[in-house]
């Protein structure tokens, strides 16, 4: 029995010994593989060969300093044509919607009333003519008896004071027919000013009065017409500054999607004060609108110019990135990527004025950021875009077509 169980402790213990031999041989078989290899780089995986950007020079030129504002276009003269005496409107002769000049007849108010009234002052006045030759007459007389001593001196003060009457009531009588000539005047209803007309309030025959508030009709001047917007509080210095060195501040007004120009004008003028309920300040400029391109209460976008950046360098606002330390943009070098710190200047549309850290002509990755760091290499890419799948997250070797 002894020797039984020691025999087989032997063999249990070869058999441990040949698995152990057998471990460690194919651990040193593949450890003298892997050292015999070759010692060459590893190949890199798609997402970490060169990234295939877009980029874009940057300009040398000149940079308008504009505001961006929103405004309303705002007649500089409306009136509301009212009549200024009361009777039947006999005629109406005007168009809706026509031009007019200062000084068009526009409608008619029976005048025969007022023809009447005139008249009567007419009358009035030449009987007290009549009266006044009598007692003028009378009192050359008196004088020459009175200095002939045959009448007493209260005869001649009474008929001096009965004269001075008389041309007293001269002078109001003519007031009357002044009066009563600028009433019959008033039944001639003209413009006055020049601009578009409205819709007829009131038609023919019907009664109107002095009184009356919605009147005949409006008029609204066209040529020239201003647009009425504001800008923020903070931004009044720089407006102001502009403002008084008496420099023509163009003024651009575009169509409500800020695509198309409609027209420009120059800045006329700045409000007195600033609204304390929204912080903004009021500004008019004004337009010749010589072709009707602006419309009385239409909605436009402004752009105020300020000043102008000669030779300043600019890149697509874009191609700026924002990050803890600051602005930044990539610039191509050496077909690698080089992060660059810059200062930025004014805006102007979709360009940024660079101030630091940008020279002209540097080429500045506009597309393909997103994978960029710091020293990466790249391969540029001609066109309008990048290739979808790059910009989807390809690897580079789908971006042919570029040059590097």
Request: net charge negative; aromatic share 4%; glycine share 8%.
């Amino acid at each position: 029995m002894s020797e039984t169980r020691s025999s087989l402790l032997t063999r249990s213990r070869l058999i441990w010994v040949v698995l152990i031999a057998a471990v460690l041989g194919g651990l040193w078989y593949f450890l003298s593989h892997s050292t015999s290899a070759p010692t060459g780089p590893m190949p890199r995986n798609a997402w970490e060969g060169p990234v295939a950007v877009r980029a874009v020079d940057a300009e040398a030129g000149d940079l308008s300093v504009r505001i961006k504002a929103i405004g309303t276009v705002t007649p500089l003269n409306t009136v509301t044509v009212r009549s200024r005496v009361d009777g039947e409107l006999s005629r109406v002769l005007f168009e809706e919607g026509a031009e007019v000049t200062k000084g068009t007849l526009l409608a008619e108010i029976d005048p025969d009333p007022y023809r009447v009234q005139l008249a009567q002052a007419q009358g009035q006045y030449r009987q007290n003519e009549a009266e006044l030759a009598g007692a003028e007459q009378d009192l050359a007389l008196y004088r020459t008896l009175y200095q002939q001593d045959s009448i007493a001196r209260q005869q001649l003060t009474q008929q001096e004071a009965l004269v001075n009457q008389l041309r007293g009531s001269r002078q109001a009588l003519q007031a009357q027919i002044d009066d009563a000539r600028l009433r019959l005047s008033w039944t001639r209803i003209e413009a006055p000013i020049d601009g578009r007309l409205g819709l007829r309030n009131v038609d023919a025959g019907n009664l109107v009065s002095s009184g009356d508030t919605d009147g005949l009709v409006t008029i609204t001047q066209m040529r020239p017409i201003s647009v009425v917007f504001t800008v923020p509080e903070t931004q009044l210095d720089a407006v102001r500054s502009a403002f008084a060195t008496g420099n023509a501040m163009p003024v651009q007004a575009l169509d409500r999607n800020g695509a198309t120009q409609i027209a420009v004008g120059t800045l006329t003028t700045l409000d007195n004060r600033i609204d304390t309920a929204t912080g903004t300040l009021r500004l008019r400029a004004e337009f010749t609108n010589e072709h009707n391109e602006l419309f009385p209460n239409q909605f436009v976008n402004v752009r105020l110019q300020l000043r102008t950046l000669p030779e300043a360098v600019t890149i697509p606002t874009d191609a700026v990135q924002y990050g803890s330390q600051g602005t930044y943009v990539f610039v191509l070098e050496d077909d690698k990527a080089q992060l660059r710190p810059i200062t930025l200047g004014p805006v102007d549309g979709d360009r940024i004025a660079v101030s630091e850290g940008l020279a002209d002509g540097e080429l500045v990755v506009l597309e393909g950021m997103e994978r960029l760091r710091d020293g990466r290499e790249v391969i540029l890419v001609e066109g309008d875009s990048l290739p979808v799948r790059e910009q989807n997250g390809g690897g580079p070797d789908r971006a042919r077509g570029g040059r590097r």
